[in-house]
């Protein structure tokens, strides 16, 4: 069965340290792929997308995520984190195949601390 | 301004009484779907509907109706609530061409309690 992995429930990090936010998915087939962002008592947002072309893609507020098809992964990262990146993070995957469906990982709770 | 409106943001029920949690679009997408968010397992499709008067079940439908009449509109409902369907309901719409592909947009969220 397809899965969206996100192994770490939780990631505590202090103000201007970069971060690194897992995911990995069950199948190699044509996939795209998605970061949305939830913060406190909203809904999500599209961080950011894979759809095909350059396998390291960007946001408008410093993350970016990569792309590696041979380890079925898509880690979201950020060179250096605010307070304001405090949030639930989840991974979500679109597989091309007949079913086009779009499953949601569990997501990661970024602490980003002072 | 283009949003997806829920309501709900809060409801308290008890275990049998039935509740609707109705959710609206303004930006004329096809696509709708109802999701629960519970602590360790992410997001989980209840329904979908691809267009009026066409809806599906998505992974954990039990319990769950819905009905498309109007494009803009895709109420949730709950017949007979029970605890185990104490959970944050999310709401969202996309275009349906290329619209999974582009994005998702996302209600508030109604969180229900139900005792």
Request: charged share 20%.
């Amino acid at each position: 069965a397809q899965s969206v992995t996100q192994l770490d429930s939780q990631v505590p990090v202090f103000e201007e340290a970069p971060v690194e936010l897992r995911c990995n998915y069950s199948s190699s087939v044509s996939v795209y792929l998605f970061w949305y962002v939830q913060y406190p008592n909203q809904g999500l947002q599209l961080l950011l997308k894979y759809l095909s072309g350059s396998t390291l893609v960007e946001s408008i507020n410093g993350f970016e995520a990569e792309f590696n098809k041979s380890q079925t992964s898509f880690h979201l990262r950020k060179p250096s984190v605010h307070i304001s990146d405090t949030a639930e993070y989840f991974c979500a995957v679109i597989w091309m195949d007949s079913s086009y469906k779009l499953i949601f990982g569990s997501g990661t709770r970024l602490l980003v601390r002072p | 301004e283009a949003q997806v409106t829920q309501n709900p943001r809060y409801l308290i029920t008890v275990t049998g009484k039935k509740l609707t949690v109705t959710c609206s679009q303004n930006m004329n997408h096809e696509y709708m779907s109802w999701y629960r968010q519970d602590p360790g397992l992410g997001l989980r499709q209840i329904y979908y509907s691809m267009n009026v008067e066409v809806t599906d079940k998505g992974d954990v439908p039990e319990g769950y109706k819905v009905s498309r009449k109007e494009k803009r509109n895709f109420p949730l409902i709950l017949e007979s609530p029970s605890p185990n369907q104490t959970s944050l309901y999310f709401c969202a719409s996309s275009l349906l061409f290329r619209g999974l592909s582009e994005k998702l947009f996302f209600g508030s969220g109604t969180q229900l309690s139900v005792l």
